[in-house]
C-alpha cells in the first residue's frame, strides 16, 4: 500500500503554472491597458519598409493604391481596411477595418505598415 | 543489442543509430510544419500559429539532447524555408527558432520544467522573436500591439503541443 506523499499538483507544477499564468495575466492586462488608450484615429500613416510614404485623413472617403498596385487601401466611414493585396498569405486583407488609434495592419511580404494616429500625434509615438 | 558505431561528427559523438533518429526527427518537423501552412489560418494575424514543428523539437530534447534538439530545430527552418518558402520567412523562423530554443533549453535544464511549461515558453517566445524581428524589419514599433494576442495563442498552442510531446516521450523508446 502505497502513499504517494500528498504532493497537491499544484505544487509539483509550480514553476509551469506561475510561467504561464504571469504571460497570459501581462497579455490581459496589456490588452486592458492598450484598449482603454484607444480614441477613434484621425488619419491613416502608412509606412514602406518603416518610411513613411502617406498620411491619409480618415474622414474623406477614398481608394488609395500603395506600392505600385501591389495593396490597395480604403478608406470609408472612417475605417481603413487593406482591399487588395499582392502577397501569398493576405494577412493584411483579412486584418479587416481599423479605425482607433495605434491600431495597424500589416503586410510582412510587401514591407507595407498602415498605422492609425490621433491628431497631434508625434511620428514614433507608439499609441 | 548490436553493436554501434561511433562517428566524430563536428562538436558531438554521435552513434549511427541516433544519426537516423536525428534525421527521421528533423523529416518528421519538416512534414509537420508543411502540414501547418496547409491549414486555413483562423486568425487574422500574422505569427499565430500551431507550432507543430515544435514536436519533434521538444521530443528531441527531452529524449536525445541539447545539441540534437538544436540541429532538429535549425536545420528544419533552414530546409523549410529552401523548400517551402522564401528568404524572408527564413529569416523570421530562424530568429523565432533560435529564442525558442534558448528558453527551451533554460527552462528544461536550469529550471527543471515539465513538457508542457517548456513548450508554452517555447510558442510564446518564438512569437515574440518573429515580432521583434518584423518590427526591426519594419522599423517601426507598431507591431507590439499584436504581442498580446501572440502571448495568448502561444500559451494555447504551447500547452497542446506540451501534453502531445509529453506523450510521445513517455511512450516511445529511442
Known amino acids: 500500500m502505497k502513499d504517494k506523499g500528498k504532493k497537491n499538483i499544484l505544487y509539483v507544477y509550480n514553476k509551469?503554472?506561475?510561467?504561464t499564468a504571469s504571460l497570459v495575466l501581462f497579455a490581459v492586462i496589456s490588452l486592458i491597458i492598450l484598449n482603454l488608450t484607444r480614441t477613434q484615429g484621425a488619419y491613416a500613416e502608412v509606412r514602406e519598409s518603416g518610411v513613411i510614404v502617406a498620411t491619409y485623413p480618415l474622414n474623406i472617403d477614398r481608394e488609395y493604391t500603395l506600392k505600385d498596385g501591389k495593396n490597395i487601401l480604403v478608406?470609408?466611414?472612417?475605417?481603413?481596411y487593406m482591399d487588395y493585396a499582392e502577397c501569398p498569405d493576405?494577412?493584411?486583407v483579412k486584418t479587416g477595418k481599423?479605425?482607433?488609434t495605434g491600431e495597424s495592419i500589416t503586410c510582412l511580404p510587401n514591407k507595407i505598415s498602415v498605422v492609425i494616429r490621433g491628431e497631434g500625434?508625434?511620428?514614433?509615438?507608439?499609441? | 543489442m548490436a553493436p554501434t558505431l561511433f562517428h566524430e561528427v563536428g562538436f558531438m559523438k554521435t552513434s549511427t543509430k541516433r544519426l537516423t533518429a536525428l534525421?527521421?526527427?528533423?523529416?518528421?518537423?519538416?512534414?509537420?510544419?508543411?502540414?501547418?501552412?496547409q491549414i486555413p489560418p483562423i486568425v487574422p494575424l500574422p505569427g499565430v500559429k500551431l507550432g507543430l514543428a515544435n514536436i519533434a523539437v521538444i521530443f528531441?530534447?527531452?529524449?536525445l539532447g541539447i545539441w540534437q534538439s538544436a540541429s532538429v530545430s535549425l536545420i528544419r527552418v533552414i530546409l523549410s524555408a529552401l523548400l517551402f518558402g522564401n528568404s524572408l520567412?527564413?529569416?523570421?523562423?530562424f530568429a523565432g527558432a533560435v529564442f525558442s530554443l534558448i528558453f527551451m533549453i533554460f527552462l528544461k535544464n536550469v529550471v527543471k520544467m515539465h513538457t508542457v511549461g517548456v513548450s508554452v515558453a517555447g510558442a510564446v517566445m518564438h512569437n515574440a522573436a518573429q515580432i521583434a524581428v518584423a518590427s526591426i524589419v519594419m522599423e517601426t514599433a507598431v507591431i507590439i500591439y499584436y504581442l498580446p494576442w501572440l502571448i495568448i495563442s502561444g500559451t494555447l498552442a504551447g500547452i497542446v503541443i506540451g501534453i502531445i510531446g509529453y506523450q510521445l516521450i513517455k511512450r516511445i523508446k529511442l
Not at chain 1, 121 to 127: K, Q
Not at chain 2, 23 to 37: H, Q, Y
Request: a negative charge; one cysteine or more.
Open chain 1, 16 to 19: 509551469e503554472i506561475i510561467m
Open chain 1, 75 to 80: 478608406i470609408k466611414d472612417g475605417y481603413a
Open chain 1, 90 to 92: 493576405r494577412t493584411c
Open chain 1, 98 to 100: 481599423i479605425s482607433k
Open chain 1, 121 to 127: 500625434d508625434g511620428p514614433d509615438l507608439v499609441s
Open chain 2, 23 to 37: 534525421a527521421a526527427l528533423i523529416a518528421t518537423a519538416m512534414i509537420l510544419s508543411f502540414i501547418e501552412s
Open chain 2, 60 to 63: 528531441t530534447l527531452y529524449k
Open chain 2, 89 to 93: 520567412a527564413l529569416i523570421y523562423s
